[in-house]
């Protein structure tokens, strides 16, 4: 397995799915790491390659440019055999010219054509794409969910830092008149309740993200504070089970949120809380299956049924990235 200072390269096997001919790229960047993935021309995951991220555009771009080179590289792959690039990147994306703004946790706030700045930067004339993150996140849940048909309606609801949804509905992209479709976490949750940093009070992300977990149950030793508050709670600290079923009831509003506006057939949980893995998922069912058990109506409706976890083996970011970088169109 090749490694370099500061990186990480892998490669793997993990089948995602039939595309088009050939190999493109995903990339995934986040807050902190930026997350590449080579996908072959069968669907497959050839490898994948991280970094840190740096941010603002200059960065962004040294990092997109660095991860794409290492795998073709490790791969034996001249650029101009990648039939595109995609990169999932946080903020208000313009899909069609490659723009991004309001990106402010990557250090991009104006707007700026991420696209032909990549582009420039690779150059052989490879194909870039850029999708917003969310977007290109329920592309990649879509090809991986062990489903047969592979759903048509889902949401990939991220909880992260902060909390949003990607929505495929009919199997297109839902992004919104304004590109903001999915913003569930700036919803009212809580009337007059936490002051959120978008201005309102009370909103879905002050309860149900990351950043929500850490405030509440802040970790004694550098563990994600999600995995120490999960672990307490299975230890039986009355006050650690308290906030974990106010968190799971947080996440279950957002999941009720998703299916009654969208009827989504799944809503795949992500996001850096998913790595509490199966214990995520048992108590936002069981708050789920409580929640229905009063209401005939939302019984009828299976919402703990709908609820499943990213695979943990596979980048669904940067998955679909690659697709978005090969030009499927969905």
Known sequence: MPTRTGTTSTTTGTRVGPGPAGWSVGVDV???K?????????????????????????????AVRTCVRALAADHGLPLDALSGVGVGVPGVVDPATG????????????PFRMADAIAAALGDGVPVRVENDLNAAVLGAAHTVDAVPTPRDLAFLALGTGVAAGLLLDGTLRRGARRAA??????TLVPDG??????????????????????????PDGRPAPLVLFADAAAGDARAMAVRDRFAWAVAGA??????????????LGGGVSGVGEPLLEAVRAELARE????PFLASLRLAERVHLAPRDVPVGAVGAALVGRGEVV
Do not use: F, K, M
């Not at 069968?42 to 740096?54: E, F, K, L, N, S």
């Not at 991004?100 to 946790?105: D, G, I, M, Q, T």
């Open 99 to 110: 723009s991004v703004e309001h990106a402010v946790n990557v250090g991009v706030e104006h």
């Open 292 to 295: 229905t058990a009063a209401s």
């Open 194 to 219: 936490l002051p959120c940093a978008c201005g309102q009070r009370g909103c879905v992300e002050q309860y149900a993200s990351g950043r929500a977990l850490q405030a509440a149950w802040p970790s």
């Open 30 to 32: 986040g807050g902190t």
């Open 34 to 62: 930026v997350l590449a993935a080579l996908l072959a021309a069968d669907g497959a995951v050839a490898g994948t390659h991280r970094i840190p991220t740096v941010r603002g555009p200059d960065g962004l771009v040294a």
């Open 255 to 268: 999941v009720r949120i998703l299916v009654l506006t969208c009827d989504v057939d799944r809503v795949v």
């Open 182 to 187: 999915g913003e569930v976490g700036h919803l």
